[in-house]
C-alpha cells in the first residue's frame, strides 16, 4: 500500500510530507510524491496579500521550464526527506491542474491515502487563487488528511 503526498514546496506541503513519512515509517507503507507542473500564474509574495491591489502585483506568470525545474528540486527534497527516513519512495511530476491531474493518480495507483497541505488562507484570498487542498478533500476516491 502506499500513500500519495502532494507537495508544492511550501511550508505547509512540508509539513504534509513530514506527517505522511512519519506513518510510513511506522506502520512500513511506502510513499508516492507528486508534483503538479501547470505554469500559469504564481503567487511570488510571502504572507497573505493585503487586499487585491496587493495581490496582483505579486502574481506573475511563470515559463513552463522554470515550473519543471522548481518541481524537480521540490521532488528531490522530498525523495531526500522520505528516504533519510527509511521510507521507500516513488517520485512524479504530473502535468495540468492539481484538482485533475492528482485524483488521477489515486484512481491509477494503489493509493491508501493522499496527504496534502493547506496554508490556511482566507476565503477572500482563496477565492482569487483557489484551496487545492480543500478541492482534493472534495474530488479524491481515498481519505484525505489535510495538514497545516
Request: no cysteine.
Amino acid at each position: 500500500m502506499t500513500f500519495l503526498v502532494a507537495v508544492d514546496g511550501s511550508d505547509a506541503s512540508d509539513n504534509a510530507l513530514a506527517h505522511a513519512t512519519d506513518l510510513a515509517e511506522r506502520l512500513g507503507e511506502n510513499l508516492l510524491v507528486v508534483h503538479a507542473v501547470e505554469p500559469a500564474v504564481v503567487d511570488v509574495g510571502g504572507d497573505e496579500p493585503d487586499g487585491f491591489g496587493d495581490a496582483a502585483g505579486r502574481l506573475v506568470a511563470e515559463a513552463v521550464e522554470d515550473a519543471e525545474a522548481d518541481a524537480e528540486r521540490v521532488l528531490e527534497a522530498a525523495r531526500e526527506h522520505a528516504t533519510d527516513a527509511g521510507v521507500d519512495v516513488e517520485t512524479e511530476l504530473l502535468y495540468g491542474p492539481p484538482l485533475q491531474v492528482i485524483p488521477n493518480v489515486t484512481e491509477r495507483a494503489d493509493v491508501t491515502g493522499l496527504f496534502v497541505g493547506h496554508r490556511g488562507i482566507t476565503g477572500k484570498y482563496e477565492g482569487l487563487v483557489g484551496s487545492v487542498a480543500k478541492g482534493l478533500v472534495e474530488r479524491s476516491r481515498v481519505p484525505v488528511t489535510v495538514v497545516r
